[in-house]
Nanobody, 120 residues
Framework: QVHLVESGGGLVEPGGSLRLSCAASGSFHSINAMNWSRQAPGKQLELVASITSGGNSTYLDSVKGRFTISRDNAKNTVYLQMHSLKLEDTAVYYC??????????????WGQGTQVTVSS
């Protein structure tokens, strides 16, 4: 089993910054891509940022230039640094990861989510 645990959410004013972390633990061979997604009230889940095991990253257009995804492979941890936060960034943020178990079985693990609220 693999567990993903997010942290770092909270309440911030517009223009502020937050840093989310997501650590994977358990017994597994390796992790491929790690991602951050979010779901705002009444809206569908959307992919915010992805990063490969080699460090290549992609972003949702609306967060480009404001959010940075990074990872520490030694710690099996992915981060999302968020700057210039806007009201519309308010959502529950989830991390997920493509996990390869011993024996080659693959699946996507999800964290429990962390609330980010941008409000004045």
């Amino acid at each position: 089993q693999v567990h993903l645990v997010e942290s770092g959410g909270g309440l911030v004013e517009p223009g502020g910054s937050l840093r989310l972390s997501c650590a994977a633990s358990g017994s597994f061979h390796s992790i491929n891509a790690m991602n951050w997604s979010r779901q705002a009230p009444g809206k569908q889940l959307e992919l915010v940022a992805s990063i490969t095991s080699g460090g290549n990253s992609t972003y949702l257009d609306s967060v480009k230039g404001r959010f940075t995804i990074s990872r520490d492979n030694a710690k099996n941890t992915v981060y999302l640094q968020m700057h210039s936060l806007k009201l519309e960034d308010t959502a529950v943020y989830y991390c997920n990861a493509g996990v390869i178990l011993f024996g080659g079985f693959r699946y996507t693990g999800w964290g429990q989510g962390t609330q980010v609220t941008v409000s004045s």
